[in-house]
């Protein structure tokens, strides 16, 4: 082989590494980052992941929210009306966090069923819901899934 066509070869298999490296890498960072949506009926049913970080989301139980009156901790649980999840956060709530309210609480599901949330979002105007949480609320309702879309009832 040629001198030329031999150096030719060599870069071109480094950029080829190179390009598989950093797809690689990113392919990676992505997976970690990626925070799947459940609902209540599903975490139940025990398809949430364990000590996976995701996104539980529902409307809060009424009567469900205790505070602990030394901390800032606050126990609630998300209904979608068919069944419900015990979510314990640490932290200051949302302003517009009340019962009867929709939520998505973001965190990890422990070993005994409860979700350890680290973060908390609730509602921003009177007519918005989160999409997921609306869907699911609407799948349970009618027994039947919902096309994507559907559900949203107001955009950012």
């Known amino acids: 082989m040629h001198p030329i066509r031999k150096k030719r070869l060599t870069i071109v298999l480094f950029l080829l590494a190179g390009i598989g490296v950093a797809v690689g890498l990113t392919t990676y960072a992505l997976r970690q980052n990626i925070n799947l949506f459940y609902d209540p009926s599903q975490i139940a049913a025990g398809e949430a992941p ?68 680290d973060q908390v979002l609730a509602k921003h105007d009177e007519n918005y819901m989160p999409p997921e949480v609306a869907e699911s609320l609407k799948k349970t309702a009618d027994g039947q899934p919902v096309a994507n879309g559907a559900a949203q009832s107001a955009s950012y």
């Open 50 to 117: 364990h000590d996976v970080r995701i996104r539980a989301g529902g409307m809060v139980e009424k009567g469900s929210v205790v505070r602990d009156p030394d901390t800032l901790k606050v126990r609630f649980r998300v209904t979608d009306f068919q069944s419900s999840v015990p979510v314990e956060y640490t932290g200051i709530l949302p302003d517009l966090f009340a019962e009867g309210q929709g939520v998505v609480a973001m965190g990890k599901l422990d070993a005994g069923g409860n979700f350890v949330a």
